[in-house]
Structures are given as structure tokens and as C-alpha cells.
């Protein structure tokens, strides 16, 4: 094991998929010359040149689609957003060619290619910056969604989305990437995309938290501890494919379940969980499941206003306490 | 004091109205053909012959949808190519089979240039598990990987910045092959192909970008949507353009060459204005109000397919009767196909989840 910052752990999926696939290069604002907007990339020009790392105009739905049409004739790009609030511009590339183009010729052209870039909020950016658009890419069939919480989790997924035939939406976040963690040391290290992970055992509640939501139900678990309440956190990684099983076998454990998402509460990816788990395991349920996400309201600049925004510690602890019957 | 008269505000240009009060009355001028015989041009007889079998083809795989659709035989859409022929066959001839070749959804006559069968077509409107697309895409997506036609696309200049995309993969393989888009005039106002061209020019991609310009975006003559000669648009990008005369075959083959095989040599991408003409509507339910019909039949009189019949048989290159059994054959052969496409079977409802994923066993979510 090594320790590893996060953006430290996603150079080296894509250095090492540079490595042994001519095939694999990455454009994007900044990614070159640059370093990288957030550093992800340095050093790739150096090592791989300017054919193969390459400085894109501000342009995302231009380079976005020519991503796609490179994918179309066999090269395996990856994208990288300088976030995904602006790969809205390039929305019609994702939603109405990368994951369309196979069905639509009867299967005749693969497109494998990933978008990868910083997702949600990174502080106080206002309204345009702060979106998490993981549930909303997750809507559309064909494609595969992952926002990984931790160093080890984002290189061993960001190398398998790399080596996926199909397109792949992989976030990442501004606040997580001077994070560090374990990553692993192992040759070759992969983790399966749609497998999710339970990293905190505990048999009170299960809380569901992925990408930097993670981090804030670990908070909140570890303050509840202290209190005797032991939460079982899972991650799932994985938007889409989802887990679902890994959830489920939990909370026929605990009986109790609290999301957490950094989406708005409107069709969010807690809205489906929560959908899925009365489907799934009604008669395990001792309380409603409760979700603690984004408000139905724009992100607000001022710090006391964001801070309101803002999924915390305390709202995931009051929905603990709400599902436990505490309050 | 005489009150002025209060102006109606307006904001489009408005179409087939008060010439003086600054309607549009056309959708396109072409520019002059080329004087140019096929020997200047370096074609044999063979190829003009192939040429007329494959515009004459076109047409009639055209005119036969038309009246299957209209006897219910299908549904959708159905984008008709009918008199722009010359285009897609003159640049099939131009370019190298290795080329690469893109476009919007008035896409069937490009698939037949590009190896569709008129049944694999036929059978792909009929929305049949034979077609061209195993039924999963219909008239907007003919497509045919093998023969490097990449489809249609039916999100007006979504396509474009993918044809950038093919011309980077052939840069980056260094495999001598350009890549070629066509898409139509109502693509012009699009900020997708303003940001490919300059990522074209920027980063010296081997391809070209044509605008079928048939004078209509839909029902919009192209002076109501769109300012300044279309072809100038590559002035702001510095990038070399052309305008060409789109229903004379002669015309796009030799222009089309010329600009491939640049091309090819200096790996720059070239912006090209055909200007060409649609015969019928938009797509089915058109009731045409837009245009004359003295200005429809301003162009049938100059129709692509008739002017290469009279050039072949004023040459003495072909005898009437040569060109009857070739009519006659194509005839037979879109006869054929509608039986084809009519018998063929529906896919199975277990297509349903196909080619959405590579892998074979994938997830969907439920």
C-alpha cells in the first residue's frame, strides 16, 4: 500500500492505461502545457508528448464530440471536464451521441470513451459551479456512472473505465483531490465498475454516501459512535450500475437506512435508492428511510447561506436519530 | 401634423411575401458547373455509367419508400434526398473507400453510395430485423461501419464535431485517410460546427465539412435563418472554402477531388458550400407554402440524373436502349427490395436490450 493523494492516484490509473495502450490519450482545458487545471495530468506531456496529451480551446461541446468521433474509429480518449458544470455545453455529445451511437446503427460502432472531470460543489463558487450531475447522467441508458470517495477506490476505477468498450461518466471533486489515502501497490490494480463497498461495518443504520458525501456520513458516524450508534456506511461507488444487493443485504441487517447525496432531492439518486429499497426489502423496514441531500435551491455564495446548503454532519446525524426513534 | 406610420416590429426575414418589403423569394442560387468533360475529368465510361446506376438508384429507392410509407407500410420519419443525388454520388467517386463519410438524417442516399443494399435499406425503414440497422434505426440512422459510412445523425450539427473526431483518429494513426461531414443549411446556425471548425483549423485535421445547401432549413428559405453568404463562414476560421454547383455531378466530382486529395496532401480542413435542391418537403408531412413551384420546377428542369442521361447519350458514350436495361434493373432491383423489406421479419422483442453495451451480459436497470 502507498499513500496517495487523490489526484496523485488518478494520474497514475491514466499514466499506467497510457502505458500499455497506444490507443488511450487525453485532451481537455488545461491538461498539458498547463499541468492540469487541478494537476491530475502533470507531467503527462512530459512523458507522453503533445500527441497523446492535448490542450483543448474552450470548447466543450467541439472536443467533447470530436472525444466521441475518435472513439467511434477505435482511439479510446479520455475526456477531461475542467468541471462538469461546464460539460453541460457538451451534453448533447454524451446523452445524444456517445450513449446512442451503438444502438442506433444496430450495434455496428462501439464508443469507448470517458469524461472524467470534478463534480458538485467545491465551496462557495455560486449557482453555475456547484452542481452534482452524477444522478442526472445516471438517467440515461447507455451509460456508466462513477464517483468514487477515496484515492485507492479512484485509481483501480478510473483504470477500468479507461479499459471500458462503453462510455463512462467519472467524477471526481476539487475538495477531494489533495485528499490522501491507501492505494494499492498490486500490479494492475482494478476495481469492477458497479461493485460497491461496505466501509464501515456497524449494525444500527445503514447510510449510503458516495463521492464527497462519503466523508461527511463518516463524520457524522464516528460522532455517533461516541453516543453508542454504530452505522454501517456503504459506498457504492458506482452510480450505475448500482449495488443494489450490497444495500439490500445491509439493511435487512440494520433495518434502518439514511442516504446521503450531494444531488437536489428531485429524482436524485436518493430518490431511487429509497424507491428501490421499498421494493426491495419492505418487510426488513423498522422506519421510513430517510434522506439528507441538497435543498431544491440554487448554491448561494455567502458562507452562512452555503453552509445552510450544504449536506453536514448534523443532518446526517439528525436522520440517524430520526430513523432510530432518538429524537 | 400627420401622425407617422407605426412600424410592425419585426425580428426573422419573412418568405414569399412583398418582395419591397424585404421578403425572401428563393432559398439558393448555384453557382456556374464546370465545363469540364469526363475525360478532363479522368472518368471512363464504366464510371459514368455506375454513376448514373447509382444516382438512378437513389431516386427510385426514394420514390418507392415515399409511396410505402404513404401506404402505411411505416412510420417516423422519412427525409427524402430526391434531387441533391449528385452530391452524395459525386463525392463517393471523389473520395478513396478508406475515407471516412458522415451525415445528417437525409441519409439513404449516402447508405446506398456507401454499400447499403436497397434491401438492408428498405428493410431499415420498414423498421425490420433485416435492415441495415437490424431495425434499431430507421430512415435518420442508415449506417454501414464496414464501408466507413458512419451514419446519420438527426440532431442538426451534432454530427460535426464527430467528423472532427474522425479526422483526429486518422492524424493520430497516420493512415492517410480524410474524413468528410455533410449536414444541411439549417447546420450553419449551429455553435457545434463553429466550435469544430475551429478545433479543425486549430489543430490541422485531415477534414472536409459540406453544407448541402438545398435553400431550406426545414421551411426557412436560408436568407431567413441565417446572415452573409454561407461559405464565408470559413473566412473567420481562415480556412479554405469552396462553393460548388450540387446538382451538376461533373461539378461536385471535380471540386470534391480537388479539395480530398489537399486534403490528403496538407492535412487542413476545407469548409464547402454545395448548393443544391430538395424536390420534395422536409419530410413527409410538408405542405411546402414556403417555395414556388415555379422555383421547384426551375430545378427539375436542371435535374443531376437527367443532365448526366443527355450528357451520356449527346457523347454517344451510351445508347437509350443501354440506359432503358440499366432504369430497368434498378427498377427491379427497389421492386425486389420493398418485397424484401415487406416479408422480412420484425426483430424479436428480446433485441430490444441489444447493442446498448459491448459486453454481453450488461446491466440494466430496473
Known amino acids: ?327 | 401634423m400627420a401622425k407617422k406610420k407605426k412600424e410592425e416590429i419585426r425580428f426573422a426575414p419573412t418568405g414569399i411575401g412583398d418582395v419591397n418589403e424585404g421578403a425572401v423569394q428563393k432559398g439558393v442560387d448555384l453557382p456556374d458547373a464546370t465545363d469540364k468533360t469526363h475525360k478532363d475529368l479522368g472518368l471512363s465510361e464504366e464510371q459514368l455509367l455506375a454513376m448514373f446506376e447509382q444516382m438512378y438508384l437513389q431516386r427510385r429507392f426514394e420514390e418507392r419508400s415515399m409511396q410505402q410509407y404513404q401506404k402505411g407500410k411505416f412510420g417516423g420519419f422519412l427525409h427524402l434526398y430526391i434531387g441533391q443525388e449528385a452530391i452524395s454520388t459525386g463525392t463517393t467517386f471523389a473520395l478513396d473507400d478508406e475515407d471516412d463519410i458522415i451525415t445528417a438524417y437525409r441519409d439513404h442516399g449516402w447508405g446506398l453510395c456507401r454499400g447499403i443494399s436497397a434491401k438492408a435499406g428498405m428493410a431499415e425503414l420498414f423498421g425490420k430485423a433485416t435492415g441495415s440497422s437490424r431495425g434499431k434505426g430507421g430512415s435518420m440512422h442508415f449506417a454501414n461501419a464496414e464501408k466507413k459510412f458512419w451514419g446519420g445523425y438527426g440532431i442538426v450539427g451534432g454530427h460535426i464535431p464527430i467528423n472532427a473526431g474522425f479526422a483526429f483518429a486518422n492524424k493520430y494513426n497516420a493512415n492517410g485517410n480524410i474524413s468528410a461531414c455533410f449536414f444541411g443549411d439549417g447546420a450553419v446556425d449551429q455553435g457545434a460546427l463553429h466550435e469544430t471548425l475551429n478545433l479543425a483549423q486549430l489543430w490541422k485535421l485531415p477534414a472536409i465539412f459540406v453544407v448541402e445547401n438545398n435553400g431550406y432549413s426545414m421551411g426557412t428559405a436560408a436568407a431567413r435563418h441565417t446572415v452573409a453568404e454561407i461559405v464565408d463562414r470559413a473566412k473567420g476560421y481562415n480556412m479554405k472554402s469552396a462553393v460548388i454547383n450540387g446538382m451538376d455531378l461533373f461539378s461536385v466530382y471535380e471540386k470534391m477531388k480537388e479539395i480530398a486529395d489537399d486534403v490528403r496532401e496538407n492535412s487542413e480542413p476545407w469548409f464547402v458550400e454545395i448548393r443544391t435542391y430538395r424536390y420534395r418537403g422536409h419530410s413527409m408531412s410538408d405542405p411546402q407554402k414556403y417555395r414556388t413551384k415555379e422555383e421547384l420546377e426551375e430545378y427539375q428542369k436542371i435535374d443531376p440524373i437527367q443532365r448526366l442521361k443527355t450528357y451520356l447519350l449527346e457523347n454517344e458514350l451510351a445508347k437509350e436502349d443501354q440506359l432503358k436495361e440499366i432504369e430497368d434493373k434498378v427498377e427491379q432491383e427497389v421492386l425486389d427490395a420493398v418485397e424484401f423489406a415487406d416479408e422480412s421479419p420484425f426483430p424479436e422483442e428480446k433485441e430490444l436490450y441489444e447493442d446498448m453495451f459491448v459486453e454481453d451480459d450488461p446491466y440494466f436497470h430496473v
Request: net charge negative.
Open chain 1, 1 to 327: 500500500m502507498a499513500e496517495l493523494q487523490f489526484r496523485e492516484a488518478l494520474k497514475h490509473a491514466i499514466d499506467e492505461e497510457m502505458d500499455r495502450d497506444e490507443r488511450v490519450f487525453i485532451m481537455g482545458e488545461e491538461v498539458a502545457e498547463y499541468n492540469g487545471a487541478y494537476k491530475v495530468t502533470e507531467g503527462l506531456l512530459d512523458k507522453y508528448g503533445f500527441k497523446r496529451v492535448i490542450d483543448t480551446p474552450i470548447s466543450e461541446l467541439g472536443f467533447a464530440g470530436l472525444g466521441v468521433g475518435a472513439a467511434m474509429r477505435g482511439l479510446r480518449p479520455i475526456v477531461e471536464f475542467m468541471t462538469f458544470n461546464f460539460a453541460v455545453l457538451a451534453a448533447d455529445q454524451i446523452i445524444n451521441h456517445a450513449t446512442k451511437v451503438k444502438y442506433m446503427t444496430g450495434g455496428q460502432i462501439d464508443c469507448p470513451i470517458v469524461f472524467r472531470g470534478p463534480n458538485a460543489s467545491a465551496g462557495q463558487l455560486g449557482a453555475t459551479h456547484s452542481v452534482s450531475y452524477d444522478s442526472m447522467y445516471a438517467h440515461f441508458p447507455g451509460l456508466k456512472v462513477i464517483y468514487p470517495s477515496e484515492p485507492g477506490d479512484a485509481k483501480g476505477l478510473l483504470k477500468s473505465a479507461i479499459r471500458d468498450d462503453n462510455p463512462v461518466i467519472f467524477m471526481e471533486s476539487e475538495q477531494m483531490y489533495g485528499m490522501k489515502g491507501e492505494v494499492s501497490d498490486a500490479e494492475d490494480f482494478i476495481i469492477p465498475i458497479g461493485k460497491g463497498k461496505i466501509k464501515r461495518e456497524g449494525s444500527d443504520v445503514t447510510v449510503v454516501a458516495h463521492g464527497k458525501m462519503y466523508h461527511v456520513a463518516v463524520q457524522a458516524a464516528n460522532q455517533l459512535a461516541k453516543d453508542g450508534i454504530e452505522c454501517e456506511i456503504i459506498d457504492p461507488r458506482t452510480v450505475k450500475p448500482l449495488d443494489l444487493p450490497l444495500i439490500i443485504e445491509s439493511i435487512k441487517k440494520t433495518n434502518r437506512c439514511v442516504l446521503v447525496d450531494e444531488a437536489h432531492p428531485f429524482g436524485g439518486l436518493a430518490a431511487e435508492i429509497g424507491f428501490l429499497i421499498q421494493r426491495e426489502a419492505f418487510d426488513y423496514l423498522d422506519a421510513p428511510v430517510q434522506r439528507v441531500c441538497l435543498p431544491d435551491v440554487n448554491a448561494p455564495f455567502s458562507k452562512k447561506l452555503f453552509d445552510a446548503w450544504f449536506p453536514s454532519p448534523k443532518q446526517v446525524i439528525d436522520a440517524v436519530n430520526q430513523v432510530t426513534y432518538r429524537t
